[in-house]
């Protein structure tokens, strides 16, 4: 199961922005250890350019709530299936602090990099039933572009 690490990571964005077209500055790149990495192109999905317009307009999936076993089952597996082209995936419960959603490794070299493996663990979160109502999910892709999404409980639950 992951584990979310607290930080206050959400940046503003301007008041007139276009998801993917807002950079994080220098000086919040280095803040927060991000590095933009070259965009060429592998085929593979594992550049910020190659999963941009992909995320874009699946933005409506990229989370799911169930609840199991007495507790709402976050799930993260949309956006954690591009991961090879983000640097950061931050996430906020009920408008909390931003935290860090810890991502598998990218398995460079493989024929599916973004492949989840038996040791990477379960894209998921668990919190106590009913306790999520809304979420918004911040994404730094690895160009250092950001999308930023919200969710309100009842749009993101599976029946």
Known sequence: MRHLLAA????????????????????????????????????KFTTAGEIKQLLLVT??????????????????????????????????????????????????????PNAFTETDGLPLIAFPLGSVQTATVELVLDDLSRIVTSFQRQDILMP
Request: glycine share 12%; aromatic share 12%.
């Open 8 to 43: 206050a990571l959400l940046f503003p964005l301007p008041a007139v922005a276009q998801d993917g077209d807002v950079y994080l500055t220098p000086e919040q790149a280095v803040a927060y250890g991000y590095v933009a990495e070259p965009q060429v192109p592998t085929g």
């Open 59 to 112: 933005r409506g999936s990229w989370l799911a709530l169930n609840e199991v076993n007495g507790q709402d089952y976050l799930y993260g597996t949309q956006v954690l299936s591009w991961r090879c082209g983000l640097a950061g995936f931050h996430i906020s419960i009920n408008g909390g602090p931003m935290s860090r959603w810890e991502m598998p490794p990218c398995h460079e070299g493989t024929a599916s």
